[in-house]
């Protein structure tokens, strides 16, 4: 059921710019997504360090009303320099600044679910979510354009924050290291732009044919690393009690695997694809090449979380290495078969620093916590 929720709120996004750009340019309809995917980290944050909390059995984190009208302050008086930055109405970052406060109990409530297991119902309040910022989010564009838009989105939180059930009834303080805030949002914000780094740079990096083709096997790959997007979440919890280094190597090995089995298998569907998005097929090879690419990236989606359970101080710096390496490839204007290498690379570099590094965060951690041995 979470696995249903991740996939269901990634295609809302997905199926809402499908629709909307229809009728409208993709720029501001992007730049309000892309502005409030920035601002949801906060929230998504405090949801991993709420679970953290739980497992150990410490008490639901509390935001201070001080912080949460400085945040309004702050949003509201950068809201008319974002507006002429972003072509956008002052109204929508508004009520961008307004989905931030809302999804700060959500965030709160859904990392409590994530810390006691209840996948089944943290599932289904994102499924609930997605369903209804879908619904709002095209009402609300019909009704009143990008502005309408923001407010559908926020009224989408508010629903599911309305829904919200949990009874953590938790008194002790974590013992264990919690990775900061700060350091978490900037490790979730990272892996996505990681993810979608070679997406957003290819139209200047490559020529208009080789764009095209490069396009043609990059936006079904994506759908490789939706498809693995929950397992991080869900090893969450158990990572954080079980300080074994075993489990984060096997869970990452069948999030790779699973990865590779998808990309095969899309691989198998390009005629299929090339129907779907009214195009030729896509190169097998470079089809291939970034599904594998993706699956890494899952895997290292994965990696990271663990990383963030364990309490790591920050884990965002491999992936700064993946990003420079595309950027370094976009940089020389490669033919789309050599940039599809690159991104490989990238992600198979980062999967691999991430993980050595949880391991060994993990080893460390195991040593600490072993009792001294008896006289």
Known sequence: MLWVGTLAFGLS???????????????????????????????AGLQLRTAALVVDGGRLPRVAPRILVCLTV??????????????????????????VLIGIPLAISRGAWLGTHRFSALGANMVIEAVARLGLGVLGWWSAGITGLAAGITASIALALLLVRHHHLGSGEAERPLTSLLDTSLTLGLIGLLAQFDILVV???????????????????????????????????????????????????LTLSGGLVVTVVLVLLRGEIGI?????????????VLGAAMSCAGTTNLVLNAEVARGVRRPWPPLLVGIAV??????????????????????????????????????????QTQPPPSA
């Open 13 to 43: 996004t997905v199926v809402l710019l499908a629709l909307i750009t229809r009728h409208k340019s993709l720029a501001s309809v992007a730049a309000l997504l892309g502005l409030a995917f920035v601002a949801s980290l906060i929230p």
């Open 74 to 99: 702050i949003g509201i008086a950068v809201a008319p320099v974002l507006a002429l930055l972003l072509k956008l109405p002052v109204l929508s970052i508004v009520l961008v600044v307004v989905q």
């Open 203 to 253: 139209p200047s990096g490559l020529g208009i044919a080789a764009a095209a083709h490069y396009d043609l096997a990059a936006v079904p790959s994506k759908g490789v690393y939706l498809v693995l997007l929950a397992a991080g979440p869900f090893a969450f919890p158990f990572v954080r009690r079980d300080r074994r280094r075993r489990l984060i190597g096997v869970a990452a090995l």
């Open 276 to 288: 779907i998005l009214g195009q030729n097929p896509p190169g097998p090879v470079v089809l291939l």
């Open 326 to 367: 595309i950027a370094v490839a976009w940089a020389t204007k490669p033919t789309a078969d050599a940039f599809a290498a690159a991104v490989l690379a990238g992600q198979l570099g980062t999967m691999t620093v991430s993980l050595v590094l949880c391991l060994r965060a993990a080893r460390t951690d195991h040593r």
